[in-house]
């Protein structure tokens, strides 16, 4: 079964600050990595998505790199402002569905 | 272009009572996905759909039921709802699994009583 853990759960930083949030999983047999980005009591919002065979996706200030072989993603978001403050999911897709990890809850201090 | 839209958004059960969530894509999207989120256990698949007419068992099925009768829908019926089916349902869809992002709805806030 495929676990996603997202390290660490929670993290502040102050404003203009890059942001590292991690995301490491199990099986390295996936289709896809999805990042969602979640506001409270809302849905769900892709931010960006790599394929299996790519290293790196970017829009913006977001920038996502993918190592298969070591299990693991990171999203980066450069130069943090207090509208970035969210939920912020990990996602890997295999077996014909999105596993997902708990999360990465940002708060970003002006 | 109104994405994947849910219905209802709120919803208060009694122990025993059933219901069915609607979920309505207008991307014409083959794949659809029930999910359910609960604090400190994230995101779980309960059914999924690959095409009209198909239905698949996800993570945590039981309790619940799923039909596909038309492509743009996806139903997710509760037939004697229990106060551990209280949690959000998200309802998301995609071209395929494997090349395509999946879209999510915004949520139906579910309370079993």
């Known amino acids: 079964k495929q676990e996603v853990t997202q390290i660490p759960a929670a993290l502040s930083v102050p404003e203009g600050e890059n942001l590292v949030l991690n995301c490491s999983f199990t099986?390295?047999?996936?289709?896809?990595l999805q990042w969602f980005r979640q506001d409270p009591g809302k849905g769900l919002t892709s931010l960006l998505l790599?394929?299996?065979?790519?290293r790196e996706q970017t829009s913006g200030r977001l920038n996502a790199s993918l190592d298969k072989s070591s299990g693991r993603s990171t999203l980066y978001i450069a130069a943090s402002q207090p509208g970035d403050s969210a939920t912020y999911l990990c996602?890997?897709?295999?077996?014909?569905?999105?596993?997902f990890g708990k999360g990465n809850q940002v708060v970003v201090i002006p | 272009n109104a994405g994947v839209t849910q219905t209802p958004k709120f919803r208060v059960l009694k122990t025993g009572q059933s219901m069915t969530l609607l979920c309505a894509q207008d991307?014409?999207?083959?794949?659809m996905y029930w999910y359910r989120q609960d604090p400190g256990m994230g995101l779980r698949l309960i059914h999924y759909?690959?095409?009209?007419?198909?239905?698949a068992k996800g993570e945590v099925p039981d309790g619940y039921n799923v039909s596909r009768l038309k492509k743009q829908n996806f139903l997710l019926g509760l037939e004697s709802a229990a106060p551990s089916q209280t949690s959000v349902y998200f309802c998301?869809?995609?071209?395929?699994?494997?090349?395509?992002?999946?879209?999510f709805g915004p949520g139906t806030r579910l309370t079993v009583t």
């Open positions: 996602a890997v897709y295999g077996n014909n569905r999105l596993a």
């Open positions: 991307m014409n999207h083959e794949y």
């Open positions: 099986d390295s047999a996936i289709y896809n």
């Open positions: 759909s690959v095409g009209e007419g198909t239905t």
């Open positions: 790599i394929q299996s065979s790519q």
């Open positions: 998301a869809s995609s071209y395929d699994g494997q090349t395509y992002e999946q879209y």
